[in-house]
Nanobody, 117 residues
Framework: QVQLVESGGGLVQAGGSLRLSCAAS????????MGWYRQAPGKERVFVAG????????YYADSVKGRFTMSGDNANNTVYLQMNSLKPEDTAVYYC??????????WGLGTQVTVSS
């Protein structure tokens, strides 16, 4: 399994920005599908953004289109989620995932994002 470590969460006011990072332990991660989910208190984990391969054009949930941008850095085995114009409803634990070919999905432990109104 790939080890994933998220960072960058925190407390921010509505309208503010945060950038989440997800570092992968495997140098071949550029061949993986990777992305982000989030889970708000009492709710299911839902898709936020993803890439079929790192560097390929990402796709987004409708709720974050135009505000969130996913990118990847192959040199550092890291993907990012730039979150702008944050809203209180973006408050959740954000999880990074990776889909190595032929293996089960790996998840990070998550990073908390709290947006105050």
């Amino acid at each position: 399994q790939v080890q994933l470590v998220e960072s960058g969460g925190g407390l921010v006011q509505a309208g503010g920005s945060l950038r989440l990072s997800c570092a992968a332990s495997d140098r071949t991660f550029r061949t993986y599908a990777m992305g982000w989910y989030r889970q708000a208190p009492g709710k299911e984990r839902v898709f936020v953004a993803g890439m079929r391969w790192v560097g390929i054009r990402p796709y987004y949930a409708d709720s974050v289109k135009g505000r969130f941008t996913m990118s990847g850095d192959n040199a550092n085995n890291t993907v990012y989620l730039q979150m702008n114009s944050l809203k209180p409803e973006d408050t959740a634990v954000y999880y990074c995932y990776a889909d190595p070919p032929g293996a089960l999905r790996s998840w990070g432990l998550g990073t908390q994002v709290t947006v105050s109104s």
